[in-house]
């Protein structure tokens, strides 16, 4: 039922493109959903997408622009003239407008705003440009259906009836008085059921959850989430309506968030994908692992600090995966935990204490486990003068590392630096670092008399 | 304006409930939103909650159970009877229901069905009950406004009155034929605007994206996510509409999958959370840890067979963490990747062979830049003689873990494993174990003749 992109519809399609066969085009495409056609204009070439695009109905053209990624859609849009890409503005959501535009030169931008035909659209898009990305201002959208308190049900139906074709999902009614303070909202049913000589203000919902415009966007997400809204209105401080956010878009960003902290705990510098060129791969993978080799190599002048004791007992050397690796593997569980309690603000917020004594608790208890398989290992097989090297070494590396995995992000999180960073293979490194030197301390220390 | 809950405010509400205010206590509760008492409930001792709980309206009392988190809620409900929850779930959406049901006993299940006083809600929840977890069945509530092709707008909007108590956010109206065959929607904003007397049958929209209850969730999240859906209608293998999945649930979705993602890749072998007991949190951590504690120890065998290299050039063991880390690092990079294309359907499927041909020609250039940095380090700084081994090394575990990390999520997706895994300690522990074989074994070879 939901359309599957395959090789051969896409050769056809491309056929047609290559000669001209516009007629077929435009049969397939009325066939297809706004996104469908935006996954096909995703794997033609920009010149192809260009010459589709050209041929459908600006409406459709707006919502498959608004839903291209965002580095195909700017390849795509340097091929058109301002001229050609108002009207597709013209038909989008303010929203979205303010998206695709964003992504422009000054000057496309410029010049598409004063081409555009609707120039409510034009002031809707002017007020929105200003939002730095990241607050709620930079999510919302001007469209929405507003009716002053003293009107009644059958105003309220002709304002929808005006505005019909602007507001896409009308969701509900925003109430607001006189001088445009937001005061509640009726819903789209609670209308369908009103009898129509009633006046608003005797039958809206005056509790109502809204957010002010320099909300950051993750704090939009939570509430809505939260209260399982479809839409939020998005006020100034004054409290006057502006604009509203919908769910979608929260979608989206709740998406791009989980993709980005993946990228992050995966050690990745940048967006990237799969099928991005050698070069763009490379340059995201590069800079953590050259980070982390030249963590390593610090760890590799501890060791050569260390050639007497190596020189005296061989098998050292065997160990230093089992410290460095349990090391990094605590330190991403722990780090974890606390980017979890981060995301989710709900609840209480526990002291820095507790959270140390507790995490620490359960670090003692996966110390003494893993350090006694080691540390058996150690004197069944390897070297039993070792066994209290090993074993010790491994607690203290355990508790470190979990300190670490506990301090690391709010410390980051405290300085507004993503703490997912925490997870990734920089302090994996530095784990590794910090317990291979505690190692060898310990060893040092306690085969001195050897 | 959203509540925040403060220690100060849980205090005053847990010495209402010890002294039995319950006039305050309701005075309070009032004034909240049921999502914001959720999160009260959450950090009382379950007696408490049951007393706060049991004082509520039971349409508030309803939100809120099904709005508390999973293991607080099972805990409370131990100290109900089923004839003091009946009430609470008699008032659920039917899709919330039955998920609180089925994390009861079964005898309290079977209870609470057969004391339930509104009927329909017993058939609903015994109709949802079969649908196994993860897949749309699920996700769908029962609760929804059908109506026949041939009535009027009329008809519909007297439908809507009906099911008013029961449907909360309505979206749209599925048109359905005389056997149940869903044919399409009218939205909520096209009834406002009609005609009364118009035929449903002259105005739905029969382009409805719908999906099969036996699709997997995670396609449910995709479409509406595709489609900018509120809602989206389930049907059986006949068509015929059996419910609907609105938006809400399919964020939770979605945030619960971005969470499992990164628990699995922390390697936690399970759900946990920060405050959770200290015994709980180390049965989660353990598992992964003692397994990569065990893939470290091979390792430590791999590197005690190479005692006389070790003997001849201690600082060999200089450079066992670089290779380890960068193994890891490359493998998580590269399976982060693939990750992320086999989470998007969307887009052509690629062939395994180019794919992998990509990802070496990436892993190539990464190498050979890691290599390099390591070689130089140890041409000046460490062992001149070693240029060649970890040079070489390097290269070789970079190739070898791109390789690893690209196959191996593929693989466990094949077999239905979650890919995540490939990310997770036990993967980096292998791709470590295979680093240092190869470095160990190459040294073993280019020093073959020292």
Not at 70 to 85: G, M, P, V
Not at 224 to 253: C, E, H
Not at 321 to 344: E, F, H
Request: aromatic share 6%; charged share 20%.
């Amino acid at each position: 039922m939901t359309f599957e992109l395959t090789k051969e519809y896409l050769d056809q399609i491309q056929s047609a493109i290559d000669t001209g066969d516009d007629a077929t085009l435009r049969t397939e495409m009325e066939e297809l959903y706004p996104a469908d056609i935006s996954g096909i204009l995703d794997e033609l070439a920009p010149e192809s997408a260009h010459y589709l695009l050209s041929l459908l109905d600006k409406t459709v053209g707006a919502e498959i622009l608004a839903n291209l990624d965002q580095t195909e859609r700017t390849n795509l849009l340097k091929l058109f003239t301002s001229a050609e890409i108002a009207p597709f503005i013209n038909q989008m959501d303010s929203d979205d407008a303010v998206d695709v535009l964003n992504q422009q030169p000054i000057q496309v931008r410029e010049e598409v705003i004063g081409l555009l035909e609707d120039r409510e659209q034009a002031r809707f898009i002017l007020d929105l440009l200003h939002y730095e990305d990241g607050v709620a201002g930079s999510l919302m959208q001007k469209e929405l259906i507003r009716i002053n308190v003293n009107l009644t049900v059958n105003a309220c139906i002709e304002e929808i009836r005006q505005q019909a074709e602007d507001v896409e999902n009308v969701y509900a009614v925003y109430v607001v008085d006189d001088v445009g303070k937001l005061l509640g909202l009726v819903s789209l049913k609670k209308i369908v059921l009103a009898r129509k000589n009633v006046k608003i203000a005797d039958i809206y919902d005056d509790d109502v959850v809204f957010v002010e415009t320099y909300r950051p966007v993750a704090e939009v997400a939570e509430v809505m989430q939260k209260y399982d809204l479809d839409a939020i209105p998005v006020v100034n401080v004054q409290q006057r309506l502006l604009g509203r956010i919908t769910i979608d878009d929260v979608v989206d960003v709740i998406t791009e968030q989980a993709e980005e902290d993946i990228q992050v705990i995966s050690g990745l510098s940048g967006e990237v994908e799969e099928d991005d060129s050698v070069w763009q791969r490379s340059k995201v993978q590069l800079p953590w692992l050259v980070a982390g080799a030249v963590g390593s190599l610090m760890a590799a002048t501890v060791i050569n600090g260390f050639q007497s004791e190596l020189g005296k007992i061989a098998a050292l050397a065997a160990f230093i995966p089992i410290i460095g690796s349990t090391g990094g593997n605590v330190g991403i569980q722990t780090s974890s935990l606390i980017l979890q309690t981060l995301a989710d603000t709900s609840g209480l917020s526990v002291s820095l204490g507790k959270r140390l004594l507790k995490t620490l608790l359960v670090a003692l208890i996966n110390g003494l486990v893993v350090g006694l398989i080691a540390g058996a290992y150690t004197f069944i097989i390897a070297e039993p003068r070792l066994f209290f090297v090993v074993a010790t070494s491994l607690l203290a590396v355990v508790m470190l590392a979990s300190f670490m995995g506990t301090v690391t992000p709010l410390l980051l999180s405290r300085i507004g630096i993503n703490p997912a960073v925490a997870s990734g293979p920089f302090i994996t490194t530095a784990n590794d670092l910090i317990g291979i030197g505690v190692y060898f301390l310990i060893a040092q220390w306690l085969l001195a008399e050897v």
